[in-house]
């Protein structure tokens, strides 16, 4: 998995993370660590049951072990697709947020290696998700995409 130190919070701690990381992002819908530290202070137990789900299933037992990741050597590609592609939208959408796969936040705030990959996994398609539905990125289509995809 990504590197990154993962940080044990009590119950107190958690909600002040969350709490800070919402005025945060309300600043600055940008700052992905805001919106990653939002989510993962406030999404456990929704992480914990896609974790329990995804061990139910072969493939998702796979998933799991195998720990894949959307980073930018698999996705470069993209910048040469026809235009009328959603992979040439990805490009666009990327290019135009000077953002990268690579640059998204570690993962802090989980108790294992398994939720912590749960809680990156979640955040990988984002970017798809924005591209599909021609979303911008302001803190309502954040919090909105992360409600539908767990």
Same mark, same amino acid.
């Given at each position: 998995?990504?590197?990154?130190?993962?940080?044990?919070?009590?119950?107190?701690?958690?909600a002040a993370v969350a709490f800070g990381s919402a005025?945060?992002?309300?600043?600055?819908?940008?700052?992905?660590?805001?919106?990653?530290? @939002?989510? +993962?202070? $406030?999404?456990?137990? *929704?992480?914990?049951?896609?974790?329990?789900?995804?061990?139910? %299933? &072969?493939?998702? =037992?796979?998933?799991?072990?195998e720990r894949p990741h959307v980073i930018s050597a698999?996705?470069?590609?993209?910048?040469? @697709?026809? +235009?009328? $592609?959603?992979?040439? *939208?990805?490009?666009?959408?990327?290019?135009?947020?000077?953002? %990268? &796969?690579?640059? =998204?936040?570690?993962?802090?705030?989980?108790?294992?290696?398994?939720?912590?990959?749960?809680?990156?996994?979640?955040?990988?398609?984002?970017?798809?998700?924005?591209?599909?539905?021609?979303?911008?990125?302001?803190?309502?289509?954040? %919090?909105?995409?992360?409600?539908?995809?767990?």
């Amino acid at each position: 998995m990504r590197g990154g130190v993962r940080v044990q919070l009590n119950r107190w701690q958690q909600a002040a993370v969350a709490f800070g990381s919402a005025i945060g992002a309300l600043v600055d819908p940008r700052r992905a660590d805001f919106i990653a530290a @939002l989510g +993962e202070t $406030t999404g456990k137990p *929704a992480f914990e049951k896609v974790l329990q789900r995804m061990k139910r %299933s &072969p493939e998702g =037992r796979a998933v799991v072990l195998e720990r894949p990741h959307v980073i930018s050597a698999e996705v470069r590609h993209a910048w040469d @697709l026809p +235009e009328n $592609t959603y992979g040439a *939208a990805y490009a666009r959408f990327m290019g135009s947020t000077n953002f %990268s &796969p690579d640059d =998204r936040p570690p993962v802090r705030f989980m108790d294992t290696d398994e939720l912590a990959y749960v809680a990156l996994r979640a955040r990988e398609p984002q970017d798809f998700w924005h591209t599909l539905f021609d979303l911008p990125t302001n803190l309502i289509c954040e %919090s909105a995409l992360k409600v539908i995809r767990v």
